[in-house]
């Protein structure tokens, strides 16, 4: 089966008794399969838990690890108490992290701006480079997705630019707004659990290894570097809804080569060995950093897509 059939066919699987989440879905598939990290932003109540428990269901024999954070969490609660038998035995500081995030393959971390420094700056390490430091050994991990969650943008001044920048893709999570797909969700009690639900079409770790061989293959044309460069010009000057005021948003290099693996992941589920313009299309999602810039990046991009046909 082709890469594309097979994507789409897993997608549907997924998105099965969703309501208006299909966008939140299958950008954080792409985002895994890029091996990346996803910020949802949204108030609560809005399904964002929902859609890290449906990225489970893309991975065979998937273990997944969710926490909710606050002011009290511990570095314990998220990456494993420290074991007291290797202390006692071999006097090493280790923690026993089977059933916590280093072991796990796709984590969910909710309201992910409460939680402290010392969290915080371990998940610098294990977002960007998928390594943990456990005692004196330095560890792989198994992580596809890192999924966050939170109802408001991380406080200015407290040191959190860092892991803000690490999530690739930053989606707004709003309530379902239409009326029809309002009243089937209502009416929808299948819609409870069902994550339970075995997906036929889900990704082997052997699969996604070899998936991620290939996307480093996929190549960029010149027409595609020369549509980034105009959106990075368009970003020292955007253009705020609603007033005369222009911005110069900041994108990292990083941020940009980021961006750049996940446009060669999209031309890949596409069945293509080459980036393609459409491939941008969902870039802007990257590229704000405060939501009223969102609307006005993505015409930025939008632009930046035609100004060859115009």
Same mark, same amino acid.
């Given at each position: 089966?082709? *890469? ?5 066919? @897993? ?26 990290? #996803?910020? @949802? ?39 494993? &108490? ?29 309201? *992910? ?5 010392? *969290?915080? /700056? ?28 939170? /109802?408001?943008? &991380? ?20 309530? %379902? ?16 659990? &069902? ?25 960029? &044309? ?25 911005? /110069? ?10 961006? #750049? ?13 080459? %980036? ?10 990257? @590229? ?23």
């Amino acid at each position: 089966m082709e *890469i594309t059939e097979r994507i789409r066919l @897993l997608l549907s699987e997924m998105n099965r008794g969703v309501y208006e989440k299909e966008t939140e879905i299958n950008l954080s598939l792409l985002v895994a399969l890029a091996g990346e990290s #996803v910020l @949802l932003l949204g108030p609560p109540g809005v399904a964002k838990s929902m859609v890290a428990r449906r990225l489970k269901s893309a991975f065979t024999d998937a273990r997944a690890f969710e926490y909710l954070m606050s002011r009290f969490s511990t570095p314990d609660e998220i990456f494993g &108490p420290v074991s007291i038998s290797r202390l006692k035995e071999s006097d090493k500081y280790e923690r026993a992290i089977d059933g916590y995030l280093p072991t796990s393959d796709v984590v969910f971390l909710d309201e *992910i701006w409460k939680a402290g420094p010392a *969290i915080q /700056n371990t998940l610098l390490t294990v977002i960007n480079e998928k390594l943990f430091r456990n005692g004196d050994k330095e560890l792989r991990l198994p992580l596809k997705l890192l999924v966050a969650a939170s /109802n408001e943008l &991380p406080a200015q001044g407290e040191g959190l630019e860092a892991l803000w920048d690490r999530f690739l893709i930053r989606i707004l999570c709003t309530c %379902v707004k239409q009326e029809e797909s309002f009243y089937k969700m209502l009416l929808d009690d299948s819609a409870d659990h &069902p994550e339970t639900t075995a997906c036929e079409w889900q990704i082997s770790d052997r699969e996604y290894a070899e998936w991620q061989a290939e996307i480093r293959r996929v190549t960029l &044309p010149l027409d595609v570097l020369s549509c980034i460069t105009a959106i990075r010009r368009g970003l020292t000057s955007v253009e705020m809804q609603d007033s005369d005021l222009h911005r /110069n948003v900041y994108v990292s290099d990083r941020r940009w080569k980021n961006i #750049v693996k996940l446009l060669k992941t999209s031309a890949f589920v596409h069945g293509r060995t080459e %980036v393609s313009l459409t491939d941008l299309l969902p870039v802007y999602h990257c @590229l704000w950093s405060e939501p009223d810039e969102s609307l006005a990046i993505r015409d930025i991009v939008i632009r930046a897509l035609f100004v060859p046909h115009t």
